[in-house]
């Protein structure tokens, strides 16, 4: 366990001397025309070992709940133990100006994981919009590798998700 630690600290130190430049942003669209799932930038695992990603309808009935599901993905072949919330995922929603629509309260329980190596974690949050508009989401992966005086912070963050929340007839 000591080993993936230095491995990890060792690749944060390479991380913060490359570029960002290199890395590239990739959409995948699901068949499903209701769903819309938009990967974040991927970054390359021997830099940053985790991919996160969100999807939620496109179109949204006003005064009615709706899923939202993200997704973390460990990108490396190593098996990892992380600490984390009650929860791994924080959800933001904003309306079009920018503004936070929704109160997103979560313990601060100290939670360790097994997270396995090319394994992914999801979870959804449920919520209800009553005014129709437009709309975005994202969600931010809290959580830390390592144990001891040898961990590392990790805040991940997804793409920004937009959809629409229409009048109930």
Do not use: W
Not at 97 to 102: A, C, E, F, R
Not at 115 to 120: L, P
Not at 144 to 154: H, Y
């Amino acid at each position: 366990m000591k080993l993936i630690i230095i491995i990890f600290s060792l690749l944060g130190l390479v991380a913060c001397g490359h570029s960002s430049q290199s890395e590239e942003q990739t959409t995948i669209n699901h068949s499903n025309p209701k769903d819309q799932t938009l990967s974040t930038i991927i970054p390359d695992p021997e830099i940053e070992p985790f991919n996160a990603s969100i999807s939620v309808p496109n179109q949204i009935n006003s005064n009615e709940e709706f899923v939202v599901k993200a997704t973390l993905e460990n990108l490396s072949d190593n098996d990892l133990t992380i600490l984390h919330a009650s929860r791994v995922f924080y959800f933001s929603i904003k309306d079009t100006n920018g503004k936070l629509v929704n109160t997103f309260v979560m313990a601060e329980v100290g939670k360790y994981r097994p997270f396995q190596g090319k394994g992914m974690i999801s979870e959804q949050y449920i919520y209800k919009l009553e005014n129709p508009g437009v709309y975005e989401v994202s969600a931010t992966a809290k959580f830390t590798v390592g144990e001891g005086d040898n961990t590392k912070d990790f805040e991940i963050e997804t793409n920004k998700a937009s959809f629409e929340v229409i009048p109930l007839n």
